[in-house]
Nanobody, 120 residues
């Protein structure tokens, strides 16, 4: 089992920045990659970004490219999401997730989520 705990959410004005953290514990050595997802009010959950533990390969949704940056600290088993130039449409609950297999694109473990609210 892997446990994930997000932190760093809050209220920010449009154009501002926030940094989210996701601390992983448990069988973290069994995970291949970490991702951030979000679910806005009345919307489906959507992929935001991901990073592999081994070589730090990253992927971003088009909607956040150039504004958000994912990073990892292997020693701390922690993943970060730096969010800049925030927009009201970025308002959502942000979830951290862990993926076990590099072959199967499925996230097996999820955090509880942290609320990000961007005011206009």
């Amino acid at each position: 089992q892997v446990q994930l705990v997000e932190s760093g959410g809050g209220l920010v004005q449009a154009g501002g920045s926030l940094r989210l953290s996701c601390a992983a514990s448990g069988r973290t050595f069994s995970t291949y990659a970490m991702g951030w997802f979000r679910q806005g009010p009345g919307k489906e959950r959507e992929f935001v970004t991901s990073i592999t533990w081994s070589d730090g390969s990253t992927y971003y949704a088009d909607s956040v490219k150039g504004r958000f940056t994912i990073s990892r600290d292997n020693a701390k088993n922690t993943v970060y999401l730096q969010m800049n130039s925030l927009k009201p449409e970025d308002t959502a609950v942000y979830y951290c997730a862990a993926r076990s297999s590099h072959r199967i694109p499925q996230y097996d473990y999820w955090g509880q989520g942290t609320q990000v609210t961007v005011s206009s």
